[in-house]
């Protein structure tokens, strides 16, 4: 999934496993509801009361991940917040980068086992004023969103083995040096923080904001 931008051309093959549509169908609850549900680290035992979960459950671990990565601070030049409804997912990201704005997505014609691709003509750069959006894992719809400096979207066109077409989202970024040097991604392309641009395939349930 992660690839230096220079390779980002017409005729590269890539492995696309995580294209493919996803079974997970939770959807945003209203937003008077949403707000009424606690959505805190320090009410987590009072969260999985409400959802009858055991605190020791896979459900429960998976919960926990999503509230801390909610709640932790972003990295130098990255703006983050987490939306549980869809009216906080849209005004959210109209306060960041106003109401002329257009949502993406990954396109898949159809549903394919072969998820080998070929990269085809037609490139569209969506622009650097971004919020990529990431479906965390909960009982109900929970996006991820985050905007980083020096970061370009992408929409790809692609072409399957099968002859299966898609467009793709690729995020680049131009400026790694704040990144965890723990990233799997440096030992990954064998390269250090901050030294080259990365970029990486939006995987299933992620979308982004870009500005018109």
């Known amino acids: 999934m992660f690839f230096f931008q220079e390779d980002l051309h017409p005729g590269k093959r890539v492995n696309l496993p995580l294209l493919a549509k996803t079974w997970d169908l939770t959807t945003f609850l209203p937003q008077q509801v949403a707000r009424s549900i606690p959505f805190s680290y320090n009410e987590f035992p009072q969260i999985l009361n409400l959802f009858s979960l055991d605190p020791e459950s896979m459900e429960a671990n998976d919960m926990e991940q999503t509230i801390n990565v909610c709640e932790r601070e972003g990295l130098r030049g990255e703006e983050i917040f987490c939306a549980t409804s869809f009216e906080s997912f849209v005004d ?121």
């Open 92 to 212: 959210s990201s109209v306060s960041k980068l106003g109401k002329n704005i257009q949502l993406l997505a990954n396109e898949l014609a159809k549903e394919t086992n072969n998820p080998v691709f070929t990269i085809g003509r037609g490139i569209q750069n969506m622009g650097e004023e971004e919020l990529v959006c990431h479906k965390m894992s909960y009982p109900y719809a929970v996006f991820l969103c985050h905007s980083i400096d020096s970061t370009v979207v992408y929409k790809v066109p692609l072409v399957g083995m099968d002859g299966t077409k898609a467009k793709a989202l690729v995020i680049c970024h131009k400026d790694t040096s704040a990144w965890s040097p723990n990233h799997p991604v440096f030992e990954i392309l064998k390269v250090k923080p901050g030294t080259v641009p990365i970029c990486h395939f939006a995987v299933r349930d992620t979308l982004a904001w870009v500005r018109k």
